[in-house]
């Protein structure tokens, strides 16, 4: 099939060229021109904006930072909306606000688009393998029909609920996933501080309880200072943003979220916000005035 692939970032370039190996063909675009021909070298070709890709095949997928990235997109000027046909499948891969993508995909339908809104979860590791988790939200049978091209991209692809539901599950995600960070983080901070080895603490508990998927991939990165995204912390502050937002609309308080977004904002104001999420640990050397790593 050909498909169209718009935002090429750390994430959207390995999926799109998953899907090159795969067979499929790609027509690609992003405002980025160098990440458009590091796409096109392994095979895919460039369309001239979102609108001229959409225009050129029957399904569109799009893995842009926010949710005003995927109105723009998606709605604007140039936009998807302006060059589709009725029948083109919008598949949104990027993490946004729920009500966004209610917002978007309600436009689409009354162009006869239909949607999807499938978040990923896994990172630039997973992203280049092509075993992301995606929760999917929409329409069941529209799933059905995509479900294969998610999982040239995905190792799970699940149907979360309708159109909104799997950047809810996304949100769900990125509560857990920053506040286990910051349990590492504060965790390896006490016990440098107290005199034992990090290394030696990390070998001693990844098999028990406290072992996490999370605490795998960054307390490595932790005792070795490494902060190269990755997930940047600015991408990981807006994501608690929305989770803030959602939880406060359904009533929902999200106290711990809302500590480990105030380190993140920390972070940004300092001039961190294009690490990695592990920079955390960051964080506790502040205020702690010692680092994980040596
Ligand atoms: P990124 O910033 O690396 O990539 C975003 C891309 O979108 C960039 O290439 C940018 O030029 C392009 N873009 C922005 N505005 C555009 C426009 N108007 N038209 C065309 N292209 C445009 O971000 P990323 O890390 O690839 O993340 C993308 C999405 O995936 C985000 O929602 C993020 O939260 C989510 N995500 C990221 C990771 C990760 O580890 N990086 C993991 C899971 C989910």
Do not use: W
Not at 152 to 159: E, I, P, T, Y
Request: charged share 20%.
């Amino acid at each position: 099939m050909t498909i169209g692939f718009i935002g090429l970032g750390i994430m959207g370039k390995p999926m799109a060229k998953n899907l090159l190996k795969a067979g499929h063909s790609i027509v690609c675009y992003d405002v980025n021109a160098a990440n458009v021909a590091d796409v096109v070298a392994s095979g895919a070709v460039a369309g001239k904006s979102s609108a001229d890709v959409a225009s050129q095949v029957p399904v569109v997928i799009t893995m842009l930072p926010n949710s005003p990235h995927v109105k723009s997109v998606v709605l604007g000027k140039d936009g998807v909306l302006e060059g589709a046909s009725e029948g083109l499948i919008l598949i949104d891969m990027s993490s946004i606000a729920p009500l966004a993508s209610q917002e978007v995909e309600k436009a689409c339908a009354e162009k006869g688009v239909r949607m999807l809104d499938a978040p990923v979860s896994g990172g630039e590791p997973k992203a280049i393998d092509g075993s992301l988790a995606i929760m999917v939200g929409g329409e069941k049978a529209l799933f059905e029909e995509m479900k294969d091209i998610l999982l040239v991209m995905g190792a799970s692809a699940v149907h979360c609920g309708p159109i909104g539901a799997g950047n809810t599950t996304k949100l769900a995600n990125q509560v857990i996933v920053a506040l286990n960070i910051a349990a590492v983080a504060e965790a390896f901070t006490l016990v440098r501080k107290a005199g034992v080895d990090p290394h030696l603490v990390f070998d001693a508990i990844k098999g028990g309880l406290a072992g996490s998927t999370v605490m795998n991939a960054k307390a490595p990165m932790m005792m070795d200072s490494n902060f190269k995204p990755g997930f940047k912390i600015d991408l990981h502050i807006k994501d608690l943003a929305n989770a803030m937002d959602t939880a406060h609309s359904v009533g929902s308080p999200l106290p711990l979220t809302a500590s480990v977004r105030e380190m993140m904002e920390t972070l940004h104001a300092d001039g961190f916000g294009g690490d990695d999420h592990s920079a955390l640990a960051r964080f506790y050397a502040k205020v702690s005035g010692t680092t994980i790593g040596e």
